[in-house]
Nanobody
Framework: QVQLVESGGGLVQAGGSLRLSCATS????????MGWFRQAPGKEREFVAA???????YYAESVKGRFTISRDNAKNTVYLQMNSMKPEDTAVYYC?????????????????WGQGTQVTVSS
């Protein structure tokens, strides 16, 4: 079956950086778009970024210019590089696998989800 496993979360000070990784298995990774979502305490899960099968990218306005999504098809892995982090970036971050070549900000675009990794940004 399809599995998505996130890693790289942790505690960072405001202004710092973290890189999340999501290793996938169980399907041909290069044929599908991938995304990252996050859920802060007491809030709905929200879209962060997506990368198409051809590596075109799409970001939420709140992270544009600070976060970068990328993929390595040889390693079946998608990354989220987070720079200039803010306390409001604190959340559980989820990797998501889309059902097709392209995906957007809707959770309905995604068929598979990881278990999440905690990211905490201290002020």
């Amino acid at each position: 079956q399809v599995q998505l496993v996130e890693s790289g979360g942790g505690l960072v000070q405001a202004g710092g950086s973290l890189r999340l990784s999501c290793a996938t298995s169980g399907r041909t990774f290069s044929n599908y778009a991938m995304g990252w979502f996050r859920q802060a305490p007491g809030k709905e899960r929200e879209f962060v970024a997506a990368v198409s099968w051809a590596s075109s990218t799409y970001y939420a306005e709140s992270v544009k210019g600070r976060f970068t999504i990328s993929r390595d098809n040889a390693k079946n892995t998608v990354y989220l590089q987070m720079n200039s982090m803010k306390p409001e970036d604190t959340a559980v971050y989820y990797c998501a696998g889309a059902g097709g070549y392209y995906s957007g900000s809707s959770e309905d675009d995604y068929a598979y989800w990881g278990q999440g990794t905690q990211v905490t940004v201290s002020s």
